[in-house]
Nanobody, 124 residues
Framework: QVQLVESGGGLVQAGGSLRLSCAAS????????MGWFRQAPGKEQEFVAA????????YYADSVKGRFTIFRDNALNTAYLQMNSLKPEDTAVYYC?????????????????WGQGTQVTVSS
């Protein structure tokens, strides 16, 4: 079992930045591919970014490409989502997820473990 806890959400003005963290416990995170998803009010959960187990491969949704960066520190058992140039449409609850695989995973149905989410609100 892996327990995931997100942090770092909050209220920020458009154009600002936030860094989300996803701390893992229970198992070493280096065995897991990681992903970030988000869900805005009234919308379905959507993929944001993913990173392979080693950190060597990353993939982003078109809506965040060039603005968000996913990375990980396996020594700290933590994954991150650096969000720059935030827009009001980035407002959502952000979730991290883990899957026991070396490969990069983009499908939410493929993930085994989820955090509880952290709220990100971007004001215009």
């Amino acid at each position: 079992q892996v327990q995931l806890v997100e942090s770092g959400g909050g209220l920020v003005q458009a154009g600002g930045s936030l860094r989300l963290s996803c701390a893992a416990s229970g198992r070493t995170l280096s065995a897991y591919a990681m992903g970030w998803f988000r869900q805005a009010p009234g919308k379905e959960q959507e993929f944001v970014a993913a990173i392979s187990r080693s950190g060597g491969s990353t993939y982003y949704a078109d809506s965040v490409k060039g603005r968000f960066t996913i990375f990980r520190d396996n020594a700290l058992n933590t994954a991150y989502l650096q969000m720059n140039s935030l827009k009001p449409e980035d407002t959502a609850v952000y979730y991290c997820a883990a899957r026991y695989t070396a490969m990069l995973v983009t499908s939410k149905n493929s993930y085994d473990y989820w955090g509880q989410g952290t709220q990100v609100t971007v004001s215009s």
